[in-house]
């Protein structure tokens, strides 16, 4: 089955730089890449994601970039803000188990004013 | 429109008791999950349904028991709580597993503790 391994565990950043987080997957088969952000107390919640007929994906201050050779996948936060703070999980959807998503272990982000 | 509901927020157990998590979805979602969410582990998927009356095993699937009587309901039976099984779980709902619909709508969770 898949297996999403995630770095850092935890970054720190000053307001106004940018943070990065890594991904990679096993599963030579996977085609959809999310990225969740969990704040304290509540669920994850869909952040940006990524298929793998594309190479990068933007949304305003996030991005996301797919090197399909190497299997991995990273998070970009530009200019990062203190409600950036937060937990981010990269997940990839487990070819073998009818589509479920198999997450990293997550990243604690925060971001010093 | 509520989305994912999950009860309770805060259960504490003993050893040896059973319990059964609920969670609820209005968005006629195909697809349920439960999830357990442990420090530095990540989320791990428990149990899932692709439709009423169909239920398979995900990565940790032991010591827990599902049902999926109808699209809406999708209930987390602990049959006999152990310690290890203190944690977060969360359910989580989307459209159906296919390609485009893949978005994962959560809960806002149900904290465990099992003494």
């Known amino acids: 089955g898949e297996n999403v391994e995630q770095h850092p565990s935890t970054l720190s950043v000053q307001e106004g730089d940018s943070a990065v987080i890594k991904c990679t997957y096993s599963?030579?088969?996977?085609?959809?890449f999310p990225w969740y952000k969990q704040e304290l107390g509540k669920g994850p919640q869909l952040i940006i994601d990524?298929?793998?007929?594309?190479g990068e994906k933007k949304d305003q201050r996030i991005a996301v970039t797919l090197n399909k050779t190497a299997k991995h996948f990273s998070l970009h936060i530009t200019e990062t803000q203190p409600e950036d703070s937060a937990v981010y999980f990269c997940?990839?959807?487990?070819?073998?188990?009818?589509?479920?998503?198999?997450f990293g272990k997550g990243t604690k982000l925060s971001v010093k004013p | 429109n509520a989305g994912v509901t999950q009860t309770p927020k805060f259960q504490v157990l003993k050893t040896g008791q059973s319990m059964t998590l609920q969670c609820a979805q209005d968005?006629?979602?195909?697809?349920m999950s439960w999830y357990r969410q442990d420090p530095g582990m990540g989320l791990r998927l428990i149990h899932y349904?692709?439709?009423?009356?169909?239920?398979d095993q995900g990565e940790v699937p032991n010591g827990y028991n599902v049902s999926r009587s109808t699209t809406e309901d999708f209930p987390l039976r602990l049959l006999s709580a152990a310690p290890s099984q203190t944690s977060v779980y969360f359910c989580?709902?989307?459209?159906?597993?296919?390609?485009?619909?893949?978005?994962?709508?959560f809960g806002s969770g149900t904290q465990l503790s099992v003494l």
């Open positions: 989580a709902s989307s459209w159906s597993r296919g390609q485009g619909n893949e978005k994962l709508f």
């Open positions: 599963d030579s088969a996977s085609n959809y």
């Open positions: 990524i298929r793998s007929n594309v």
């Open positions: 997940a990839a959807i487990d070819g073998g188990s009818q589509g479920n998503l198999i």
């Open positions: 968005m006629n979602h195909e697809y």
């Open positions: 349904s692709v439709g009423a009356g169909i239920t």
